[in-house]
């Protein structure tokens, strides 16, 4: 029995939900990344449902980049994530509001 | 069919395990099981090669480097601060754009073909999965990647590039360098060098 695509979708916007909620809720910046890979996991899961839907292979190419994205992105933000914990012994994400120049 | 609804069972409660855990290794965890399970979506999908894609870059990967940046910053220290509880205060304007949100998505589903249906008749010119030939297959993906879609994975390449550079500079500078040069001479701590930005009035 197939499962219909709309299924699918609304499984993805849940799932997007949960990892905005994590993003503005969390103060620790490391789940709050995590909540940002759930963000982009379930946009995937939207493209691959559409695509698998339309017979389209271009959704899972797209996928595969923005995987590539999220990979990048994950690497960037804990390198911030180091690189403010060694200046300032801190992690939490409403304590770094200063910008000094 | 039941199989899909404990799978997004699965997927949610380890979304909310995530998102809700105070230590990031539990997350971690939980988003550990997240991926599997999105991967086991990928193929049911006709994903196979996402799929794998998942397993290995992201479960791989991309969870070892969290928990070897929780592990670093973790040693030493106490539990991250938490802070006040800050649900109660966005809770109403949350709730209301979910509404929003969901009202459109099912709008939108419902009227009529955004989406066509997954048939029994769309599956036979799918193809049946691990075949060749068929829809999604490594042969099928790869053909699409290296041919009509060459750009943007030649930019795929660019953009990693700039992020280890990016990385390299942000993170890997910092740290004071003990050993000796090839000159012979120690190199400058992070403090005595140069800054990037000067220090304006």
């Known amino acids: 029995m197939q499962v219909d695509v709309s299924s699918y979708i609304a499984l993805s916007a849940v799932m997007f939900f949960i ?7 969390r103060r620790n910046p490391l789940i709050a990344l995590m909540a940002i890979e759930l963000m982009l996991n379930a946009a995937n899961l939207a493209l ?38 060694r200046r300032a012994k801190n992690v939490d994400v409403d304590e770094v509001a200063r910008l000094r120049g | 069919m039941i199989a899909f609804y404990i799978l997004a069972a699965v997927l949610i409660a380890s979304a909310v395990f995530t998102v809700t855990q105070r230590s990031p290794v539990y997350s971690v965890v939980g988003l ?56 109660p205060l966005i809770l109403a304007p949350a709730l209301l ?39 999604g297959s490594v042969a099928n993906f790869g053909t699409a990647l290296f041919t009509t879609q060459l750009l943007p994975f030649e930019v795929t390449a660019f953009v990693l590039m700039v992020a280890v550079v990016g990385v ?34």
Do not use: C
């Not at chain 2, 942000?170 to 930005?197: F, N, Q």
């Open chain 1, 19 to 25: 990892g905005v909620a994590g993003v503005v809720l």
């Open chain 1, 48 to 85: 691959v449902a559409f695509a698998r839907a339309w017979v389209n292979i271009a959704g899972q190419v797209f996928v595969f980049l923005v995987v590539t994205v999220a990979a990048a992105e994950a690497a960037i933000g804990l390198a911030i994530v180091v690189a403010v914990f």
């Open chain 2, 32 to 87: 550990l099981v997240n991926f599997i399970t999105l991967a086991i979506f990928y193929f049911s999908l006709n994903a196979e090669f996402l799929g794998v894609i998942q397993l290995v870059v992201y479960s791989g990967a991309i969870l070892m480097l969290f928990v070897f940046v929780i592990a670093l910053l973790s040693s030493g220290i106490g539990p991250f601060s938490e802070g006040p509880n800050r649900l």
């Open chain 2, 97 to 135: 754009s979910v509404l929003v949100a969901f009202g459109f998505l099912i709008f939108g589903l419902g009227r009529g073909p955004l989406v066509p249906a997954l048939s029994a008749a769309g599956n036979a010119s799918v193809g049946a999965v691990g075949t060749a030939k068929a829809f």
């Open chain 2, 168 to 201: 390299v500079t942000i993170a890997g500078d910092a740290s004071p360098a003990p050993t000796l040069g090839h000159h012979g001479r120690r190199r400058k701590r992070a403090k005595e060098r140069e800054p990037i930005v000067k220090a304006g009035r």
